[in-house]
């Protein structure tokens, strides 16, 4: 889990590119790799466009989660002390001055976490259920939904791709960035990052080449390998695909698997809440004109080829 540019390390605008970003460029006519890897992040696939999961959706709900232990415990915390408080002056071991001048102190020490955890689930809660990014390679041209629902559109090869550094809790992690420049000077103007973020710069350059050779060389050869699409294209996501996204990372490690279940089954459970408070994105009408389909295109792919009940 990665919270950079949503709660920590917000992407800055009007700034000059790093050196660092400038080093771990990635460019849209160059191969970057042999190996593709679509990460879970498709929603679907045509000839015209691929549309993919924002920088926040897998890790969507915890933010909730964590701010509600918050909340919690020093809530508990104020009522149970003040309670304690309350009953010792009725007792006459503290006089009224000293029992009120405790509890408020304690008030005074917590009310900030509370604020602050009321604040970061403002992030997640009644917003948009996901920000989708939509890469159109008919008219090469990227569409993204930003934290504020207002959308950016802008186009693919004017963007300054790189490996971004986040501010991961799990030490150096990366995630694939980009850069919208300004014209006069170069300077950056707005910012947004793919789905993918992690330790190991190969698998996130094998997801950017997923993306790039789509843009450069169309579907044809990446259809193949997509076997599930996220199935929340103008729906709600299920609880039931929410818990499988969430446990997909403990495949094929049984022990993290269990021992990881009761956070993740609590995680599911405040995610599912999370999605039925927000919004499902809707592209706008000129955006959809823009990125209409061919009519026989043999490389649609979306939550149809999912198993039944996953759909």
Not at 41 to 46: E, L, S
């Amino acid at each position: 889990m990665d919270f950079t540019g949503l709660i920590t390390n917000r992407y800055k605008k009007n700034r000059q590119i790093a050196e660092e970003e400038r080093g771990n460029r990635l460019f849209q006519k160059e191969r970057a790799s042999d190996l593709l890897n679509y990460e879970l992040a498709v929603i679907k696939i045509n000839s015209t466009y691929l549309e993919v999961v924002d920088r926040y959706f897998d890790s969507r709900g915890a933010v909730t989660l964590f701010s509600l232990i918050g909340i919690a415990l020093p809530t508990w915390m104020i009522v149970w002390l003040t309670s304690v408080m309350l009953e010792t002056y009725r007792e006459g071991l503290y006089d009224g001055v000293t029992a009120l001048g405790v509890s408020a102190f304690v008030f005074t020490i917590n009310f900030p976490l509370i604020c602050f955890c009321a604040w970061a689930a403002s992030k997640e809660l009644w917003r948009l259920t996901h920000y989708p990014i939509r890469l159109n390679r008919k008219n090469r041209t990227l569409y993204v939904f930003r934290l504020d629902g207002t959308i950016l559109t802008v186009p693919w090869d004017s963007v300054f791709f790189t490996l971004g550094k986040c501010s991961s809790m799990y030490g150096k992690t990366w995630d694939i960035r980009a850069l919208v420049l300004n014209e006069a000077d170069g300077t950056v103007r707005d910012e947004f990052a793919f789905s993918l973020a992690g330790g190991e710069k190969a698998h996130l350059i094998d997801h950017w080449e997923f993306l790039r050779r789509y843009m450069e060389d169309g579907p044809a050869k990446l259809v193949r390998q997509i076997e599930f699409c996220m199935p929340i294209d103008g729906e709600y996501e299920s609880f039931r695909s929410g818990i499988e996204r969430i446990f997909a990372p403990y495949s094929g490690h049984p022990f993290f698997y269990w021992l990881m279940s009761p956070f993740n089954v609590a995680l599911a459970c405040v995610r599912w809440i999370v999605m039925r408070s927000c919004t499902v994105p809707v592209w706008p009408r000129d955006i959809e004109d823009a990125c209409r389909i061919h009519e026989g295109d043999p490389f649609v792919r979306d939550s149809r080829i999912n198993p039944l009940d996953l759909r």
